[in-house]
């Protein structure tokens, strides 16, 4: 059974950084999609963030592209989302989710990822 273990958030300060983890279990690294995404109160669940671990290719929305950057540790089975220049839209619960469908490589930023973590809360005062 796969699980996925988020931390790292908190609150922070518009313009501060925050650095989220993700370590995975009961699957074999490798080979996997593996994505970041994010739901504010009454809003859909956004992709922030995806990687390919067997190859690392990475994907990002233009809502965060040039301030997030998604990395992974292998030898840890854990995935990163470092988040700078934060801004007040930027807070939501963020969700760590892992898909054995690799999608060639192209992970994809829809929610449609077959195991899901508890989600770590963001928060970004102005």
């Known amino acids: 059974q796969v699980q996925l273990v988020e931390s790292g958030g908190g609150s922070v300060q518009a313009g501060g950084s925050l650095r989220l983890s993700c370590t995975a279990s009961?699957?074999?690294?490798?080979?996997?999609?593996m994505a970041w995404f994010r739901q504010a109160p009454g809003k859909e669940r956004e992709g922030v963030a995806s990687i390919y671990t067997g190859g690392g290719a990475t994907y990002y929305p233009d809502s965060v592209a040039g301030r997030f950057t998604i990395s992974q540790d292998s030898a840890k089975n854990t995935v990163y989302l470092q988040m700078n220049s934060l801004k007040p839209e930027d807070t939501a619960m963020y969700y760590c989710?892992?898909?054995?469908?690799?999608?060639?490589?192209?992970?994809?930023?829809?929610?449609?990822?077959?195991?899901w973590g508890q989600g770590t809360q963001v928060t970004v005062s102005s």
């Open positions: 989710a892992l898909d054995p469908t690799n999608w060639l490589g192209h992970c994809p930023l829809r929610p449609n990822y077959a195991n």
């Open positions: 009961g699957y074999t690294y490798s080979g996997a999609c």
